[in-house]
């Protein structure tokens, strides 16, 4: 246990060189893509892995069920997977320590907590994706939360990458006060900082300026030479392959219903030299399939 942790941390604290981050993986399937195209890390989130693959998202999953299904992803791929531990949205200090135990105990290389509070009326957990976000949890609280969270790690597992969310900026926080609250968690011991909502560079600026340890920002105006020029670990648009993937299906079946097989044969000839066109087993291009070889190895 911590050869992953060890290499994801040692890439979140890698200088000058941003993570490019658009793999959140709905599948095993896409993950070992993800992996054979060269990327660094696998991201289980809440939404875009759990709410496309079971049509609830992760904020009304349980531990149980996520680090079961984590297993898998660990198991499939060689470079880490982190997951979003978004089902502990300000539930307090003992229900993190019990899930940071078992993340580490499923070979996970880090987590996510957010200080979001979910939402808990009647009906809300009737969802596909998740809700919006309203509130945060108070400073104090997390603060608690992130200390307790350290303590398991240390015992269980030092490298472990425990990444902090902080959603102050959806609130309407007054960004002095939001620094402030990104300073507390640094203090309790966030490895990494998750800016979620920041909405300028010069707002983004003015938080690392702030800081020590390693930030990212999920931001569609976010640019890879942007990030660096800001000092930032990653560049994050975790949604991209979700919308490239569900697109081009959604644009295929259109065609499918007015043109039948011929628009299957169509893309059958169009990406007949893709290892991932699926037939003579080339889903598989790196393993054997009914024992048949089909590919030279995985590579990247």
């Known amino acids: 246990m911590g050869e992953m942790s060890k290499k994801a941390r040692e890439i979140f604290y890698r200088k000058g060189k941003p993570i490019t981050h658009i793999a959140s993986a709905p599948s095993v399937h896409d993950a070992r893509m993800y992996e054979r195209a060269g990327f660094d890390y696998i991201f289980l989130v ?3 892995t759990f709410g496309i693959m079971l049509g609830t998202p992760g904020t009304y999953l349980d531990i149980t069920e996520k680090t079961f299904i984590a297993r898998y992803y660990v198991k499939s791929v060689n ?3 982190l997951m979003d531990c978004d089902e502990v949205c300000g539930r307090g200090p003992a229900i993190v320590e019990r899930a ?3 993340y580490i105990d499923t070979g996970l290389a880090g987590m996510d907590i957010d200080d979001r509070v979910v939402f808990e009326e009647r009906g809300a957990a009737n969802t596909e994706r998740e809700h919006g976000i309203s509130s945060c949890v108070p400073t104090e ?3 608690d939360v992130i200390g307790a969270g350290k303590d398991v790690m240390k015992a269980m597992d030092p490298d472990f990458v425990f990444r902090i969310r902080c959603y102050d900026f959806h609130v309407g926080t007054p960004l002095d006060e939001t620094i402030k609250r990104l300073q507390a968690y640094e203090r309790a011991g966030a490895d990494v900082l998750y800016l979620g909502g920041v909405e300028t560079p010069e707002d983004t600026k003015k938080c690392l300026d702030a800081l020590t ?3 990212t920002v999920p931001a569609t105006w976010m640019t890879y030479d942007l990030a660096t020029e800001l000092g930032l670990c990653e560049v994050r648009r975790p949604y991209e392959m979700e919308m490239v993937m ?3 299906g959604w644009e295929f079946l259109q065609d499918f219903n007015k043109r039948g097989f011929a628009a299957s ?7 007949k030299n893709s290892p991932y066109m699926a037939q003579d087993g080339a889903l598989f291009p790196d393993r054997e399939v009914l024992g ?7 590579g990247r």
Do not use: F, L, W
Request: charge should be negative; glycine fraction near 12%.
């Open 213 to 215: 340890i390693p930030c």
């Open 79 to 81: 470079i880490p997977v």
């Open 246 to 248: 569900h697109s081009a």
């Open 46 to 48: 809440g939404d875009a």
């Open 265 to 271: 044969d169509d893309r059958r000839e169009q990406y």
């Open 100 to 102: 940071v135990e078992k």
């Open 141 to 143: 609280d997390m603060v």
């Open 292 to 298: 048949n070889p089909t590919g030279s190895g995985g």
